[in-house]
T-cell receptor
Framework: AQSVTQPDIHITVSEGASLELRCNYS??????LFWYVQSPGQGLQLLLK??????LVQGIKGFEAEFKRSQSSFNLRKPSVHWSDAAEYFC???????????FGAGTTVTVRA | ETGVTQTPRHLVMGMTNKKSLKCEQH?????MYWYKQSAKKPLELMFV???????ENNSVPSRFSPECPNSSHLFLHLHTLQPEDSALYLC?????????????FGPGTRLTVT
């Protein structure tokens, strides 16, 4: 069965500082990995996705993520956060040609001035 | 309208009421989903429709009844709900069949059961 763990429930970061959110997955085959962001009162927006190829993927809003098969991880990073990055972030894993995505419980990011 | 839209955005209902949530996708996708999002819990997949046929029903209580009249519209009919059903209900759509299942979400309906 596939599953996702986001070890950090809440992270506080200063504006302009770097951010890294952790994601660990469990999946028997080649994983297809996603990061979503949810701003207050909004739905989930896709930030980036990994299917194959280069293990460092670029997304929207200046985010990137690195796939490490040996560590079963897909961590999300941003070099310099903006106050608008305050939101909840979800990692998800899913198989090819299947509708089932498994989501982590999310990490809430607070940005302080 | 673009993307995935949901109405209403907020709903307060009593336990004896009957209401419906509506979702519409403008992306030409062939699959639609209902998720329940409760505080500090992973998203719970409730229902999946692919090509207008229900392909998943994750042991959801019968007080939730989905309907998918066509590939662009999805409804969730609610009746005799319980307070623990209060949550954010998210609709999503994707293109399946030989592709990566990249799901696009609507803004959600915040449901409060009193």
């Amino acid at each position: 069965a596939q599953s996702v763990t986001q070890p950090d429930i809440h992270i506080t970061v200063s504006e302009g500082a770097s951010l890294e959110l952790r994601c660990n997955y469990s999946y028997g085959a080649t994983p297809y990995l996603f990061w979503y962001v949810q701003s207050p009162g909004q739905g989930l927006q896709l930030l980036l996705k990994y299917f194959s190829g280069d293990t460092l993927v670029q997304g929207i809003k200046g985010f990137e993520a690195e796939f490490k098969r040996s560590q079963s991880s897909f961590n999300l990073r941003k070099p310099s956060v903006h106050w608008s990055d305050a939101a909840e972030y979800f990692c998800a894993v899913g198989p090819f040609n299947d509708y089932k995505l498994s989501f982590g419980a999310g990490t809430t990011v607070t940005v302080r001035a | 309208e673009t993307g995935v839209t949901q109405t209403p955005r907020h709903l307060v209902m009593g336990m004896t009421n009957k209401k419906s949530l509506k979702c519409e996708q403008h992306l030409g996708h062939n699959a639609m989903y209902w998720y329940k999002q409760s505080a500090k819990k992973p998203l719970e997949l409730m229902f999946v429709y692919s090509l207008e046929e229900r392909v998943e029903n994750n042991s959801v209580p019968s007080r939730f009844s989905p309907e998918c009249p066509n590939s662009s519209h999805l409804f969730l009919h609610l009746h005799t709900l319980q307070p623990e059903d209060s949550a954010l209900y998210l609709c999503a759509s994707s293109q399946t069949s030989g592709t990566i299942n990249e799901q696009y979400f609507g803004p959600g309906t915040r449901l409060t059961v009193t």
